[in-house]
């Protein structure tokens, strides 16, 4: 018993009795399962434990996979909203009350669509930053690789994806500096995200290779002590002479006009001092 609870925690909950039974569980183990109320029946040949994710049940129930931002957000990657319909991929053309339904070829083995499935989705369906978001997520926790990103959107229409694919970085730790990036980008300045700086350390990003811009954001902070080692670089920057602009992440998320403005003016004020203090 304990072993097949084990196997449906790694399905996130559920799973049929044909990957059950394919994966070694005799039938009167599952049906002891389903008598002794350790697992349930929620849908035709699919059985779930009792805290698995509403959403999944409710795709086993129609018969569809999870996909575009609900996947994302079973399978922990970043999110700028979070989800609040559920959204599914089935292969017929049918509504399904209370979701998102996606068409696309499915597996019926499968509750949660793969990756690049779920990703195609996402740029079909959501704001083109919000996608992003996730597809960076994914790339930099190597659940999808990003050359088989670009492959998948490789058709003649998929030319603004494939430019929105070529700004990832797997070095990028938030999706703040995701926004922040594709903001800047947007206005035509030259970033680089995550870069080594002797004497500093790794910054969030850098324009035009001398404008530092830190993301204050203790959310997406993993530790106290990396909020720590934010401020060390902050007063190291400041020391060595570096440009600093600590930006907060309601201004990239909700006033993103007003970030790259910020970062346009002191471009302009500090600009010539820079290159001059180079030349030297």
Request: aromatic share 6%.
């Amino acid at each position: 018993m304990q072993q097949l609870e084990a196997f449906l925690l790694t399905s996130y909950g559920v799973a049929s009795y044909a990957t059950l039974t394919a994966n070694g569980f005799p039938r009167r183990t599952i049906d002891q399962a389903l008598h002794t109320g350790i697992v349930r029946r929620v849908a035709r040949g699919t059985i779930a434990l009792p805290q698995a994710d509403a959403r999944l049940v409710h795709a086993a129930r129609s018969q569809a996979s999870l996909t575009c931002i609900s996947a994302a957000d079973i399978l922990g990657w970043w999110l700028l909203t979070p989800p609040e319909t559920v959204h599914v991929r089935c292969d017929a053309a049918r509504s399904i009350p209370g979701a998102v339904v996606h068409r696309g070829q499915r597996s019926a083995h499968r509750l949660i669509a793969p990756p690049r499935q779920i990703l195609r989705d996402a740029f079909r369906c959501l704001p083109r930053l919000d996608a992003l978001v996730m597809a960076e997520s994914a790339v930099v926790t190597s659940a999808v690789g990003l050359q088989d990103l670009q492959e998948e959107f490789s058709g003649q229409q998929d030319w603004q994806v494939r430019a929105l694919l070529g700004t990832i970085r797997r070095s990028t730790a938030s999706p703040l500096e995701v926004c922040a990036r594709f903001h800047l980008l947007n206005a035509g300045l030259r970033v680089e995200t995550e870069v080594a700086l002797p004497g500093i350390g790794r910054v969030d990003l850098l324009v035009d290779g001398w404008l530092i811009i830190e993301i204050d954001g203790f959310a997406f902070h993993s530790s106290r002590e990396h909020y720590r080692a934010d401020r060390r670089r902050w007063n190291a920057s400041a020391a060595g002479g570096w440009i600093t602009l600590r930006i907060t992440a309601e201004l990239v998320l909700h006033r993103p006009e007003e970030f790259v403005d910020l970062v346009k003016k002191t471009r302009e004020m500090w600009g010539l001092r820079v290159r001059r203090r180079q030349q030297q």
